[in-house]
């Protein structure tokens, strides 16, 4: 690799801030052929951007700024309900900030001729946490994977240092988020979760949970472990989490919320079948079309940001 | 001979881990796996386009958005400082703007507006526009003993910080000094605001909204370094400088605090602009501090904190002093602190904070001054 070819690789900036992380092998051949100016992805890429902005702008900033921050910043003036709808709003909300950023990084890559490795794949229908991992910011699983968990030994020292690697394993990506106890319990939590999982199925290899029940568990492992992640402080996620049980009028349950999270999560479920035959649709249409289509998601997006400003992307303080 | 055989099966082993598919940590994304969501397939030509289809498309895309959004424009132009990107950005939005308003292509965006619950923060008819200088006129009433509630770790004292760019960084620093958790900060910067431009965003409507919602138990408001346009009063337009002009925006001043305190309800702690590198925004910071001074007397609850001639005493310097160490406490604009800096102007608000909360005092390490004073009992 030449220094001008590391250079581009280090510069290329739709995934400089924050992800997905690059390796050598995955770029650099793609600068040794020339892009072919006849055949950009645009399909792909345009509706990655749109899509990408849309669930920053008006589902994840929207989720955060009426109902998340409220809760996390005074867990106890809110009820039950509200906390609820805050714990599994964040999770719709991370989802949709952070793969929103990756998608629109992705896109704009696309449309510039390079390919970036996909970093998330349908995470919140995982039904186990091993699952999870392969869907949630797949370039820095894989990045702890290679660089942690099979330097520790992986799987390969017996199954109890097995847990023990995959417990430092997520420590340590718990503590990379930043030096604090909330993101050494949000690591604990996946570690022992992934653990147990395993322990079970090496002990009762006939035990199947129903596939929803699976899902039920996952996801809420999840959502805990996000508790932790978001809170600013341990008395502030136990405060949310003991907040759970209160009664109470419930005045930031609104229908419009209630659909942007779980919204956030059902539109992992569309097969990507028809993703694909919406993009060829797409393509096929006449470029003003096009564009005015893409110009008016634009106006939708600006109107969600309203006059207080884009909150910053989550991951770009990691 | 069993070492090298061993080091064969584990690095086949590793190999293995990293390439099949049931490891327990993440998986292996591909950039040439065409079943990966969004990336699709380049051999499919349903999926591709020349390049210059694509441009036309984003051309085409941001016309349009520039068409429906020219009212967002002009808006955002007009919260721009002085300068050559705003005027190309008003060249543009607002003759866009006078013919998509002719035609009504305003209104799809209002609509939106409305769905997503966003309130306009521009009005014609209010006070802050035109209204008679006789509020200044009033007295103030002077409690001898603070009268409002006394914050706890228990129950701390809700503060809105805001204002414009500014309030960022000093609500962020006020947070980081309050050691013994006797504030609970909020931050709402609106950057690009002024008290002379109520056609961009306008202070009194924006302070009844926020205190209908937020109810803090008191605000601190930093503006003024985007004040430097001219005034109209009654029909006649005064340029910042002018006595009438400063006369005018003490009147404004006086209408916001009145709207921030609602009618002396919680104290509001108003600080003008620092110093700034440029000796002509000096003089106008200057007068807005004479203005502010002025118009606090005036409203019950509203204290002017002045950290224009308590730092550096009143000379401009890109280095500060705090507790004996000079640091680089500007940014390279000459006028906003950067985050080390705004310690100070922090300080000094919490300071005069603790004049009604005797409570904060004991927290706030006291900003020395270059002379000796400290501005505590100033």
């Known amino acids: 690799m030449s220094l001008v070819d590391f250079a581009v690789l280090q510069a290329f900036f739709p995934h400089i801030v924050a992800g997905p992380i690059v390796r050598v092998g995955e770029f650099v051949p793609q600068l040794r052929t020339p892009r072919d100016p006849r055949r950009v992805l645009a399909g792909p890429g345009l509706f990655l951007i749109a899509g990408g902005l849309i669930k920053k702008t008006v589902v994840a900033d929207e989720l955060a700024r009426r109902v998340v921050d409220p809760v996390f910043a005074d867990p106890g003036a809110h009820s039950g309900l509200e906390t609820l709808l805050a714990i599994y709003g964040f999770a719709g909300q991370i989802y949709c900030d952070f793969s929103g950023y990756t998608d629109m990084a992705i896109g704009l890559a696309l449309l510039l001729g390079f390919r970036l490795p996909q970093n998330f794949d349908r995470p919140y229908l995982a039904t186990s946490l091993r699952l999870f991992w392969h869907g949630w910011h797949m370039t820095l699983s894989r990045w702890l994977r290679d660089y942690l968990y099979i330097p520790l030994g992986g799987n390969r020292r017996g199954p109890r240092r097995t847990y023990v690697n995959l417990m430092l394993t997520m420590l340590l990506g718990g503590l990379w988020h930043g030096a604090a106890w909330t993101f050494l319990i949000w690591g604990g939590i996946h570690g022992g979760a992934l653990a147990g999982e395993r322990w079970v199925a090496e002990r009762y290899p006939r035990l199947r949970l129903p596939a929803w029940a699976a899902w039920l568990v996952t996801f809420n492992i999840v959502c805990l472990a996000w508790v932790f992640f978001r809170a600013p402080d341990l008395g502030t996620a136990f405060g949310v989490l003991g907040q759970v049980g209160a009664g109470g009028p419930s005045p930031l349950v609104t229908p419009v919320l209630v659909a942007l999270a779980v919204g956030a999560v059902a539109i992992q479920a569309v097969p990507r079948d028809f993703w694909r035959r919406a993009e060829q649709w797409f393509v096929a249409r006449p470029a003003v079309g096009q564009g005015v289509a893409l110009g008016a998601l634009v106006v939708i997006a600006d109107a969600a940001v309203g006059q207080q400003g884009v909150a910053p992307f989550i991951y770009f303080q990691f | 001979m069993d070492e090298p055989r061993d080091r064969h099966i584990d690095e086949r082993e590793h190999r293995r881990e990293q ?136 129950r701390p004292l809700e503060v809105l910080v805001t204002g414009d760019s500014e309030a960022d960084l000093v609500g962020l620093r006020m947070a980081d000094l309050d050691t013994d958790d006797l504030l609970d900060v909020e931050t709402v910067a609106r950057n690009g605001t002024a008290l002379t431009n109520p056609g961009f965003f306008n202070w009194e409507l924006n302070a009844e909204q926020e205190m209908t919602s937020r109810d803090p138990d008191a605000v601190v408001m930093l503006i003024g370094a985007n004040d430097g346009f001219n005034v109209d009063v009654g029909g006649e337009l005064f340029a910042p400088g002018t006595p009438e002009w400063e006369t005018e925006f003490a009147r404004r001043v006086a209408v916001v605090m009145e709207a921030l305190t609602e009618k002396g309800e919680r104290p509001v702690y108003w600080v003008p602009p620092p110093t700034a590198r440029d000796e002509t925004y000096n003089e106008i910071y200057r007068s807005q501090n004479r203005a502010v001074k002025r118009a606090a007397e005036s409203v019950d609850g509203a204290r002017y904190v002045d950290i224009f001639s308590t730092i550096n005493d009143g000379e401009y310097s890109d280095q500060i002093e705090i507790d004996g160490r000079r640091v680089l406490g500007r940014q390279s604009d000459g006028i906003h602190f950067n985050r080390e800096g705004a310690e100070v102007p922090a300080r000094l608000v919490l300071q005069a904070m603790a004049e009604d909360y005797p409570a904060l005092a004991d927290g706030i390490p006291a900003q020395e001054q270059p002379n000796g004073r400290t501005t505590l009992g100033d």
């Open chain 2, 19 to 154: 390439l099949s598919d049931h490891q327990p940590i993440g998986g292996q994304p591909n950039v040439h796996d065409p079943s990966h969501p969004g990336i699709g397939d380049p051999a499919d030509p349903r999926l591709t386009m020349p390049a210059g289809r694509v441009f036309l498309i984003v051309l085409v895309a941001l016309l349009t958005a520039a068409i429906f959004n020219s009212e967002a424009i002009v808006r955002a132009g007009e919260g721009m400082k002085p300068g050559t990107t705003r005027d190309v950005v008003l060249s543009v939005g607002r003759p866009l703007e006078a013919v998509t308003g002719f035609v009504g292509l305003h209104l799809p965006r209002k609509g939106f507006d409305m769905a997503f619950g966003q309130e306009s923060k521009t009005a014609s008819g209010t006070e802050l526009e035109t209204g008679s200088a006789a509020i200044l006129r009033r007295k103030a009433r002077r409690e001898a003993k603070p009268v409002w509630r006394q914050p706890t770790p228990a």
